[in-house]
């Protein structure tokens, strides 16, 4: 069943004052995501994104 169209920009989430949210590939800090990461799961740049199977 195809997803249906999103309506308006998608929400952006910044770390809060103290966090750091760090790509588990290049090591760079990331200042925005569009959703709010968990502490059990790497998070990417987009550019490091590993490639979809």
């Given at each position: ?26 090591g ?26």
């Open positions: 069943m195809p997803k249906p169209p999103r309506r308006g920009p998608r929400k952006m989430f910044r770390p809060q004052p103290g966090e750091r949210w760090i790509c588990a590939k290049c760079g800090e990331i200042e925005e995501l569009p959703f709010i990461p968990s502490s059990n799961r790497p998070v990417y740049h987009r550019e490091c994104l590993p490639p979809r199977p």
